[in-house]
């Protein structure tokens, strides 16, 4: 079985369903359904989301499972939080994930104490 598509192959907008099958009793449904957001991401952006998932959103597992660093990582979850339609925030300098990489980028000297900080303080 093929996923559906969901972007209209001359246009590029999104496709509307309009007929549903039940595979075992063969009833139909005809009308105007719209598919829910998550249908409308990329087979990319559904793995990613599925690594997420089971990663129970901890990026650093994300970061090992991918095999990406975590800057990507973070880039790769504001593209999918883009994709279906919300704002993408800044992260909070209280997150333990978002410290810690601030953290390592001024271990490996990419940063200086004095971005490290700034990048620390609280809004």
């Known amino acids: 079985m093929y996923s559906a598509p969901t972007q209209c192959p ?3 907008d999104d496709l509307l369903v309009t007929r549903l099958a039940c595979r075992n009793c063969g009833t139909v449904l005809e009308g105007r359904f719209t598919l829910p957001r998550l249908f409308q991401l990329t087979a990319d952006q559904l793995y990613f ?3 997420f998932v089971r990663s129970e959103g901890k990026l650093n597992r994300v970061q090992e499972e991918l095999g990406i660093s975590y800057p990507t990582v973070r880039s790769r979850l504001e593209e999918v939080i883009q994709a279906l339609g919300y704002q993408v925030g800044r ?6 994930e978002y410290r810690q990489e601030v ?3 001024l271990a490996r000297g990419e940063i200086s104490s004095e ?4 990048l620390l303080e609280k809004d």
């Open 10 to 12: 001359v246009c590029q």
């Open 49 to 51: 989301v599925e690594v």
């Open 91 to 96: 992260p909070s300098p209280a997150d333990e």
């Open 103 to 105: 953290l390592q980028r």
């Open 115 to 118: 971005e490290a900080l700034r």
